[in-house]
C-alpha cells in the first residue's frame, strides 16, 4: 500500500482549508470559465473538484481515489493517459514535488492542455528551487504556502 493510501481516510480533514485555498487563490487570479475542462494531475481524493463544472482528475494513490467523489481515474503525471490537447486547463495541486519525473510530468500535462497549465508548488518541498527553475517561463503568483505558476499553451 502506498503513503497516499494508508493517510487517504484522514487526508480531506487535514488538508482541507489549505487546499481550498490555494484553488481560490487560483480563481482570484486566474480566469478559467466555468464551461471549460480541467484535468487535475496529482488530484489526490479531489476535494475541490466540485467547484470546476467539467472536471476530471487522475492519482495514482488508489486509497485516495476511493475518498473521492469526483470524476477520477488512476493515472500518473508521467503518462497522462488522455489525447493531445483534450482539456482547456490543466491543474496540479501541491503534488508536482511527488512526481517521479517532474520533468516528464509538465511535458505531459502540456501535452494534454489547450489553453493553460497551472501548477502550485509547495514551498517547503526539498525540490522547490530546482522545479522552481524549471518552470521559471510560467508567470508566478505568491501563495502563503505554494508558490503557483501558470502558462498559457
Known amino acids: 500500500m502506498d503513503y497516499y493510501s494508508k493517510i487517504a481516510e484522514g487526508y480531506n480533514e487535514l488538508h482541507k482549508s489549505e487546499q481550498l485555498d490555494k484553488v481560490k487563490t487560483i480563481f482570484k487570479n486566474i480566469y478559467i470559465p466555468h464551461e471549460e475542462t480541467v484535468l487535475d494531475v496529482g488530484c489526490g481524493t479531489a476535494l475541490y473538484g466540485y467547484l470546476f463544472r467539467n472536471y476530471k482528475g487522475i492519482d495514482p494513490s488508489p486509497g485516495m481515489l476511493e475518498q473521492s467523489r469526483s470524476d477520477v481515474r488512476l493515472g500518473n503525471a508521467e503518462e497522462i493517459p488522455f489525447e493531445d490537447n483534450s482539456f482547456d486547463n490543466v491543474i496540479?495541486?501541491?503534488?508536482?514535488?511527488?512526481?517521479?519525473?517532474?520533468?516528464?510530468?509538465?511535458?505531459?500535462?502540456?501535452?494534454?492542455?489547450?489553453?493553460?497549465?497551472?501548477?502550485?508548488?509547495?514551498?517547503?518541498?526539498?525540490?522547490f528551487e530546482e522545479i522552481k527553475e524549471y518552470l521559471k517561463d510560467f508567470r508566478q503568483i505568491e501563495h502563503e504556502t505554494d508558490l503557483i505558476l501558470e502558462k498559457n499553451v
Open 92 to 127: 496540479s495541486i501541491t503534488a508536482i514535488h511527488n512526481f517521479k519525473d517532474y520533468k516528464k510530468g509538465v511535458e505531459e500535462m502540456i501535452r494534454v492542455a489547450k489553453k493553460r497549465v497551472v501548477i502550485t508548488l509547495l514551498k517547503k518541498a526539498k525540490k
